[in-house]
């Protein structure tokens, strides 16, 4: 269960006041990409939003949450966006290109969005957000485990979950990683990385099977 004091205080109903949470959650996004995560202040966050302290602590009690909020807006962009890349995905070889395109692009994301970096790095070091990251790589790995499962045999299902977990959630660690790093090192990992995740997913297709070839149960 989160922490008490990262919680919302209020949810916003009223168009007025989802309008006002929407401006704090952009004031955020402003003074973090200036100052970072930690050196957003809650006055300076009120003036910047150009509302009263008192109505950002009606939302939010501390900063913590304003930050809590952000991360669970961004994973569920991103979570959206990642269900969309693999839509309709054809056979095994069709879901490791798309794999090999998401990894590029969320890496590529970070690096253009230094502000959504830094937003996201701020779960290594806050024990609520850190089970958010990891409840977060849970559904994306079941995600991407429901779209390759029809084209491996049944036997093989447990070793595909936790090989969809572990690429998932090591790629949200290497598309951090890359986005302090110099563009040459960068994307040698992300080719590595690639190659390797897509090398493990092409190893689920078993000898007399093709790779577009959904597994009869």
Known sequence: M????????????????????DAILDAAREIISEVGSDGMKMNALAQQAG?????????????????????????????????????????????????GAAITNYCRYLCDEPVISDILSSTQGDRNLRDMDRQDSVRNGEMLFNVVAPFVVNSEHEALYVMCFRIVHLTGSLARLCSTIDDK??????????????????????????PDEPVKS
Request: proline residues 3%.
């Open 2 to 21: 989160a922490d008490a004091s990262i919680e919302v205080r209020k949810r916003p109903v009223q168009a007025r006041s989802r309008a006002r949470v």
């Open 51 to 99: 509302v009263p302290i008192g109505t950002v602590y009606q939302f939010f009690p501390n900063k913590s949450a304003v930050i809590h909020t952000l991360v669970q807006t961004t994973l569920e962009a991103l979570s959206d966006a990642l269900q969309d890349q693999f839509k309709n995905a054809s056979g095994i070889e069709d879901i490791a290109e798309r794999m």
């Open 185 to 210: 090192t960068a994307a040698m990992m992300q080719d590595q990385f690639i190659q390797s995740a897509q090398r493990d997913l092409r190893s689920f297709c078993r000898e007399g099977q093709q």
